[in-house]
């Protein structure tokens, strides 16, 4: 007679509680880690509540406790192509009215604009046009046009 026990693992659905490592890495040249959790706590979500961005839901559906998966996303899916269109020019005082805390910006640096419905819309600061007192602002997602790499560690399922 056998020791062996089948274990039945829980299964995560649209409505379920998971706790689970993540890994974005941006596929090209050089791979590189845009966001990871491996290294700290991992992340709890409950799936279905736009929590994860849907092409990291949808890969977490049916995946079971324990399994660790790895995912090659194109751009298109992960975050969308690049738009030229949302590289926007604006003013710089509607820029320092977002940011009133930043002493300085640099290229790179996420940039906040109040809307009026009371959302705030993030961008990241491109850089200044001097001779209009602006600044160029992209609002696409930082992931926008580039394939990914989606790792996944699934710990636990409620």
């Known amino acids: 007679m056998s020791d062996f026990k089948q274990v039945n693992l829980p299964v995560i659905s649209e409505h379920s509680h998971v706790t689970l490592h993540y890994r974005l890495t941006v596929l090209g040249d050089v791979l590189s880690d845009f966001l990871s959790t491996f290294e700290g706590n ?19 559906l049916g995946l079971s406790e324990g399994a660790h998966e790895v995912f090659d996303v194109s751009a298109d899916e992960a975050f969308g192509d690049y738009n030229s269109e949302l590289l926007q020019e604006v003013s710089k005082s509607l820029l320092l009215e977002g940011n009133p805390h930043v002493d300085g910006f640099a290229n790179g640096d996420f940039v906040e604009f109040a ?14 046009n001097e001779q209009k007192d602006g600044a160029f602002v992209d609002f696409n997602h930082p992931l926008a046009g580039h394939p990914i790499r989606l790792e996944m560690q699934i710990i636990g399922v409620l």
Do not use: D
């Not at 991992?42 to 977490?60: C, D, H, K, W, Y």
């Open 42 to 60: 991992p992340a709890t979500v409950a799936v279905g509540q736009a929590q994860l961005a849907p092409f990291m839901e949808s890969r977490l």
């Open 115 to 128: 809307m009026p419905n009371g959302y705030k819309m993030t961008g990241i600061f491109k850089g200044w």
